[in-house]
């Protein structure tokens, strides 16, 4: 019923968006000889604002048309190249440059929102490389026919992901980066590849805001999963799809809830976001609302996780700490960490990430006892958030400068 009851306070909700947005219109149309009279424009803006934070999100698309290396702009191309039933793999590449630009496996978060949080990340990233991103399909939309997802189905993903970017051009290793969630999916595969010397293994692997060991200061996310047993969240946070969806039936952990114990977290602070998008508004300054808009638009924007990886992730990462415990298994392999010997790593960490606190990432150095140690690095972005660190100006003149200096050093 809990999925029931949301699709209803949804409908519901969309309804009273689509109003406020009309009277908003209204109200400031200049056709309306009353929209500049009294408390006029302050009910628009404040009506704009009541229909953007109420309305209904899909996917959006990444939009990334082109980019500006050395001051020359070059077109993107997007494709799909790989198709699963959980998750695609998206490539983009600059029309009219090299092939044989180094080739990056971009994992973005199966944590609630879209690929497309990472925009930024690919952006960025495509004035030296060729990408490619994981695009994880929306858990509500995939049938029951298609089986299950879990932990170990990431890892097979992640790893032949790999195999076909290797493939593409065989002898050059590709590079991966992982941002929050998917460092220990990404970690797990890299130590399996390493241990059966796959010609695919990452020459580099960069872990971003991840939780390899969360007993290293734990934040209120961690403390969250750690004090409930795993069957109060089996039992209270997993819902089942309705019939309306190809995903009819299937368990899961539904976006919305994520989204709801995000904006919880920091509730004040959305909160002054709103505020400040209400007074740009009402002063004129559509640019400075706009890019609020933007933001949350993507914020907003949720899928719903597997039951099965959901629950998997929150007991084998967040309460038996099985990867630093070196208890984790692929398929009932133990993953080795101590078999990474040839892949660089790189830990980055925000100073002020209240999601993955400081050391969480830096303790996968610590178990790759077999790498060495001049094969290893650690930064932390001071002042950033967990969003900081992939995401805005800190992730592109701070961040992304070591991410390249590090690749250019192990290609």
Not at 39 to 61: E, I
Not at 201 to 222: F, K, Q
Not at 237 to 259: D, E, F, H, N, S
Not at 393 to 411: G, L
Request: charged share 20%.
């Amino acid at each position: 019923m809990l999925y029931h009851a949301y699709e209803i306070q949804r409908s519901w909700m969309n309804s009273v968006s689509s109003w406020a947005s009309i009277s908003s219109s209204i109200l400031t149309n200049p056709a309306n000889p009353f929209n500049k009279i009294g408390a006029l424009p302050l009910t628009a803006s404040a009506l704009d604002v009541f229909a953007h934070a109420t309305a209904d999100y899909g996917k959006p698309a990444f939009g990334i048309t082109e980019i500006d290396v050395d001051g020359k702009l070059y077109p993107v191309i997007e494709a799909t190249v790989v198709n699963r039933p959980f998750g695609d793999l998206k490539r983009f590449r600059l029309d009219g440059v090299a092939d044989n630009r180094p080739k990056m496996l971009i994992v973005a978060p199966m944590s609630g929102h879209y690929a497309t949080l990472l925009r930024g990340t690919v952006e960025r990233m495509l004035q030296q490389y060729e990408v490619y991103i994981t695009d994880w399909a929306d858990a509500k939309t995939v049938p029951l026919h298609e089986g299950d997802f879990d932990l170990d189905t990431y890892i097979d993903y992640l790893m032949e992901f790999l195999e076909y970017i290797e493939g593409q051009e065989p002898g050059q290793r590709p590079h991966m980066l992982a941002v929050c969630q998917p460092s220990v999916p990404a970690f797990a595969a890299t130590a399996l590849l390493n241990q059966h010397k796959s010609p695919a293994a990452p020459a580099t692997l960069t872990m971003m805001g991840g939780p390899i060991d969360t007993r290293e200061c734990p934040t209120s996310v961690n403390d969250h999963a750690m004090n409930r047993p795993i069957e109060w969240f089996r039992n209270s946070v997993i819902a089942t799809v309705p019939m309306k969806y190809r995903g009819a039936g299937r368990k899961v952990y539904p976006g919305w809830m994520q989204l709801s114990a995000f904006m919880s977290m920091n509730l004040r602070s959305h909160m002054m976001s709103h505020f400040e998008m209400f007074k740009h508004l009402n002063a004129g300054d559509q640019d400075s609302a706009q890019a609020t808009k933007d933001f949350y638009d993507e914020y907003r924007s949720v899928c719903d996780m597997t039951a099965e990886f959901y629950l998997q992730t929150v007991e084998e990462v967040f309460q038996k700490h099985s990867i630093p415990n070196g208890e984790f298994r692929h398929k009932g392999e133990i993953v080795d960490l101590t078999q990474i010997t040839d892949t660089a790593l790189l830990a980055i960490e925000g100073e002020r990430d209240d999601i993955s606190g400081l050391g969480q990432t830096r303790a996968a150095l610590k178990l790759a006892t077999g790498l060495k140690e001049s094969k290893k690095r650690y930064y932390m972005a001071e002042g950033a958030g967990h969003y900081g660190i992939f995401n805005g100006s800190r992730w592109r003149d701070k961040v992304a400068p070591v991410v390249e200096e590090f690749i250019a050093a192990h290609s």
